[in-house]
Every structure is written in structure tokens, then in C-alpha cells.
């Protein structure tokens, strides 16, 4: 499969698509279904705190000046807000949005794809951000991965 060469290779796309299939797995392939109001109104307080933590991150990017997309390069690197607590804010909130939805769609085979999600962003983008953190701002760089957490 050809991926069009104008295709927006980015995160938010990715977890649009996960979403995607994780309504498609929960209606075509549920494997198991465990729908109920408690887990629905779990699902739904979920995906809605992965949104917050979305925005809440993003919002850092808007107060240090520096591009949002993955592929640009950084003018600063965030280590306040959310960034303190780990180094992929933006990225755990679209996981926990997935888990979320993946609950609300109460099919185990949703929350498979919401589990594998993590291992896809970190290899398609994260492992790429890091080392362009290294190459522009090198040993503060550094330094901050010795002390937050990736995920």
C-alpha cells in the first residue's frame, strides 16, 4: 500500500485512524463485548481527560513560540506544564483518548488497537523528536530524558 506523498503524516491523523479501527474491530471483530453504563461513562471521562491533556500540551507550544508538528525544528524545549510529569504529554493524552474510546465502543478488540498505539507513535514519532531534542539543544536535552519519563 502507497501512501499519497501529500498525506498528513501526522500524530493526530494516526490516532484519528486508531479511533477508526477501533470502531470498526468493536462492530466487525469485538472479540469480546463488555458495554454497560459504567463503562461507557468511563470510556467517555476518559477520552474527554485525553483531550484536555491534548490541549492543556499543546497550549505549550503556543506559549514557548516553537512549531507543534514533529517534523519541525523545536525554538524551545518545554519542560513546564504537563512536560514536567512526562516527555509526550500531547501523546499520552491521545492514548488515554483511545483507551477512552475503546471503552465507550465496549469491545476488547478496541482496546488491543488502543494498546498498541503507544509502541506505533513511539516508533513513527517519538524515537525521530528525540533525536532532534539531542541535536538542537544536546546536554539540556539530555538532561531532561535522564529526569522525565518518556511516557
Same mark, same amino acid.
Given at each position: 500500500?502507497? $501512501?499519497?506523498?501529500?498525506f498528513?503524516?501526522?500524530?493526530?491523523v494516526?490516532?484519528?485512524?486508531a $479511533?477508526?479501527?477501533?470502531?470498526l474491530?468493536a462492530s466487525?471483530?469485538?472479540?469480546?463485548r463488555f458495554?454497560?453504563p459504567a463503562?461507557?461513562? $468511563?470510556g467517555?471521562a476518559?477520552?474527554?481527560?485525553?483531550?484536555?491533556?491534548?490541549?492543556?500540551s499543546?497550549?505549550?507550544?503556543?506559549?514557548?513560540?516553537?512549531?507543534?508538528?514533529?517534523r519541525?525544528v523545536?525554538k524551545?524545549?518545554?519542560?513546564e506544564?504537563?512536560?514536567?510529569l512526562n516527555r509526550?504529554?500531547i501523546?499520552?493524552?491521545?492514548t488515554?483518548a483511545?483507551?477512552?474510546a475503546?471503552?465507550?465502543?465496549?469491545?476488547l478488540?478496541?482496546?488491543?488497537?488502543a494498546a498498541v498505539?503507544?509502541?506505533? $507513535?513511539?516508533?513513527?514519532?517519538?524515537?525521530?523528536e528525540?533525536?532532534?531534542?539531542?541535536q538542537?539543544?544536546?546536554?539540556?536535552?539530555?538532561?531532561y530524558?535522564?529526569r522525565?519519563?518518556?511516557?
Open positions: 500500500m502507497t $501512501i499519497h506523498r501529500d498528513p503524516d501526522l500524530p493526530p494516526w490516532a484519528l485512524g $479511533i477508526l479501527a477501533e470502531w474491530v466487525w471483530l469485538p472479540l469480546w458495554a454497560a463503562t461507557t461513562a $468511563i467517555i476518559l477520552f474527554l481527560g485525553g483531550i484536555a491533556v491534548i490541549l492543556w499543546a497550549l505549550w507550544f503556543w506559549r514557548k513560540r516553537t512549531p507543534i508538528e514533529p519541525n523545536p524551545a524545549l518545554i519542560v506544564g504537563p512536560y514536567r509526550n504529554p501523546y499520552t493524552g491521545m488515554l483511545l483507551f477512552g475503546a471503552l465507550w465502543f465496549g469491545a478488540s478496541a482496546l488491543i488497537v498505539f503507544p509502541f506505533v $507513535i513511539t516508533h513513527r514519532f517519538i524515537m525521530g528525540e533525536a532532534g531534542l539531542r538542537t539543544f544536546g546536554t539540556e536535552a539530555e538532561a530524558f535522564r522525565t519519563r518518556r511516557w
